[in-house]
Every structure is written in structure tokens, then in C-alpha cells.
């Protein structure tokens, strides 16, 4: 027997002799209040981390918003899910793996939770486009705003990707000289429009 089918066989027996524990149900959340009204909540939250928030009336009004905003930028980064007709919009779109490049991203999010201030993102919308542009501009439907971490979960449960980015606002970091230093690991700047 080689060292690999040693150690599967280890802890094969380990599991067998482990007492079985009950699933301990719903994750109730990790504050102890109720929790704000999804729409409000998130708003309060992302801004409060440095987040901007756009409320638009539907796609029509988005779109002018888009279109306005990004007169400013030359280059754009889109996201798989952002719907179509937003790259003629605005500036030149990037190629797929030039993102780097971009002066803007925009995304499509998977929703949004009131109780962290966090966008849901999925890795399958394009984490470059999500990550390498200095600002970033992600779209949300205001049915897809959760109160609770637990709820944004639960509406992913049948349909998860191989990984779920949860965007708290601007990329920061105090790691040097407990300086906060904002766009040091992702976007500076983190617009969520909701329509």
C-alpha cells in the first residue's frame, strides 16, 4: 500500500468512529438586531465602507445615467452578465484580458446584502472585469437586495459558481503604516446602481 492509500484509509476509519453531529439549521445572521430593510440597509452600509449608490426608475434611466458617466472614461471592462447594449454606451471596450488597461469596469452583480453592505459578486461575470479597473460600476436589481447574509445565500443555493466575491465598497488596506490607502487590491471607486 503506497502513502496516499495509507492516509485515505486513516482517515476513512477516523470518519466511521466520529459520532454523526445534526446540522444545526439556518444561520440566523451575526447581528443581534433585526435587520435593516434590505434596500435602506444596504445603502447605509456600502456607503458608510466608501461605496457610492445610484437608485435609477428601470433600464432606461440607467442607461442615460451610464451613458453620461462614462463620457469621462476612454477605455471600458465589461462584465459576462452586463446586458449587451451597455458597450455602445460609452467608451471603447477592452478586449477580453486586456482589462488591465481599462479606465472603467462594469459589472452585473448577484445581488446585495443590507446587514454587511456587500455586492455579491459572481466569478463567472469576470472577476478581471471586477478587479483591474480603477473604477468600477456594478449593476444591481433592487429584487436581488437581501437583509441578510443568510438570505443572499439561500437565494444562490441551486445555481453557485466555483466562487462568490462579496464587494464591501472601494478596495482598502492599513497595512503599512495603518495608513488607509483606498484601490490597493481591487477598484478605488465602487458605483452600485440600482434599478
Known amino acids: 500500500m ?3 492509500d ?3 484509509t486513516a482517515i476513512r476509519a477516523a470518519r466511521e468512529r ?7 439549521g439556518r444561520f440566523g445572521g451575526w447581528r443581534p438586531v433585526e435587520p435593516p430593510p434590505p ?3 444596504f445603502e447605509a452600509m456600502f456607503t458608510q465602507a466608501g461605496g457610492e449608490v445610484v437608485h435609477v426608475s428601470g433600464t432606461v434611466e440607467r442607461d442615460d445615467w451610464l451613458r453620461t458617466f462614462l463620457a469621462e472614461f476612454q477605455h471600458l471592462s465589461m462584465g459576462a452578465g452586463v446586458p449587451p447594449g451597455i458597450a455602445d454606451l460609452g467608451p471603447t471596450r477592452i478586449n477580453p ?3 488591465h488597461a481599462a479606465d472603467v469596469g462594469v459589472s452585473m452583480a448577484r445581488g446585495a446584502i443590507a446587514e454587511t453592505g456587500s455586492l455579491m459578486m459572481d466569478a463567472r461575470d469576470g472577476r478581471r472585469a471586477q478587479l483591474l479597473p480603477p473604477v468600477l460600476v456594478v449593476l444591481v436589481d433592487r429584487s436581488t437586495v437581501h437583509a441578510t447574509v443568510a438570505d443572499a445565500f439561500e437565494s444562490a443555493r441551486g445555481d453557485l459558481s466555483a466562487a462568490i466575491g462579496l464587494h464591501s465598497g472601494p478596495s482598502k488596506s492599513a497595512d503599512i503604516g495603518q495608513v488607509m490607502v483606498k484601490g490597493v487590491h481591487g ?3 465602487v458605483i452600485a446602481v440600482l434599478a
Open 2 to 4: 503506497n502513502t496516499r
Open 6 to 8: 495509507q492516509i485515505l
Open 18 to 24: 466520529r459520532t454523526p453531529v445534526e446540522h444545526p
Open 39 to 41: 434596500l435602506e440597509g
Open 97 to 99: 484580458g486586456d482589462e
Open 187 to 189: 477598484p478605488g471607486r
